[in-house]
Antibody
Framework: QITLKESGPTLVKPTQTLTLTCTFSGFSLSTSGVGVGWIRQPPGKALEWLALIYWDDDKRYSPSLKSRLTITKDTSKNQVVLTMTNMDPVDTATYYC?????????????WGQGTLVTVSS | DIVLTQSPATLSLSPGERATLSCRASQNVGSYLAWYQQKPGQAPRLLIYDASTRATGIPARFSGSGSGTDFSLTISSLEPEDFAVYYCQQRSNWPLTFGGGTKVEIK
């Protein structure tokens, strides 16, 4: 059974850097074809893809946020970390991580429960 | 970026009725389109991928169709647990993009 769980601060101040950790089980990020992505959702709004990292360390970013995002993996800890710099109130959202596997359906499946991050002074 | 436009924004139906949701892509995405269901306070769940393949454990009342730029999600007979928000997503081109969502509400 694949599970993912996001963790990190619930409140950050404007201009600060956000660091979120996705801790997963049931798969390995050293397995060919596996990836973990980050998606966010502002309150009451639609989903927005942020970043994705693959087993071979290939990394993809949303162009609109690329300058602020860094995604890394720690295969030994079964974790993926997303950092977002220069946080702004508009970045207030629930942040999700999700599994993707090329040998499977190759879509985001399943997702973590999400973590709400509020940006406010 | 590929823009996915979902319509209608809200669909008001009664249990037992048929629901048809639309997702239109600004460019050809082939069959690289998925549908997700999101209930209040929950994470999205994959329903349909590659335009028409049901994900594991998804009931047969959910079906997807389309290719290229026009896609549909059909719920043949709405169950009480189907009232939720539905999103489409494409993975044909980077960046990955989602539609704005369709809310299926109880009439």
């Amino acid at each position: 059974q694949i599970t993912l769980k996001e963790s990190g601060p619930t409140l950050v101040k404007p201009t600060q850097t956000l660091t979120l950790t996705c801790t997963f089980s049931g798969f390995s990020l050293s397995t060919s074809g596996v990836g973990v992505g980050w998606i966010r959702q502002p309150p009451g709004k639609a989903l927005e893809w942020l970043a994705l990292i693959y087993w071979d360390d290939d990394k993809r970013y949303s162009p609109s946020l690329k300058s602020r995002l860094t995604i890394t993996k720690d295969t030994s800890k079964n974790q993926v970390v997303l950092t977002m710099t220069n946080m702004d109130p508009v970045d207030t959202a629930t942040y999700y991580c999700a599994h993707m596997e090329e040998s499977g359906d190759n879509w985001f499946d399943p997702w973590g429960q999400g973590t709400l991050v509020t940006v406010s002074s | 970026d590929i823009v996915l436009t979902q319509s209608p924004a809200t669909l008001s139906l009664s249990p037992g009725e048929r629901a048809t949701l639309s997702c239109r892509a600004s460019q050809n995405v082939g069959s690289y389109l998925a549908w997700y269901q999101q209930k209040p306070g929950q994470a999205p769940r994959l329903l349909i991928y590659d335009a028409s393949t049901r994900a594991t454990g998804i009931p047969a009342r959910f079906s997807g169709s389309g290719s290229g730029t026009d896609f549909s999600l059909t719920i043949s007979s709405l169950e009480p647990e189907d009232f939720a928000v539905y999103y489409c997503q494409q993975r044909s081109n980077w960046p990955l993009t989602f539609g704005g969502g369709t809310k299926v509400e109880i009439k």
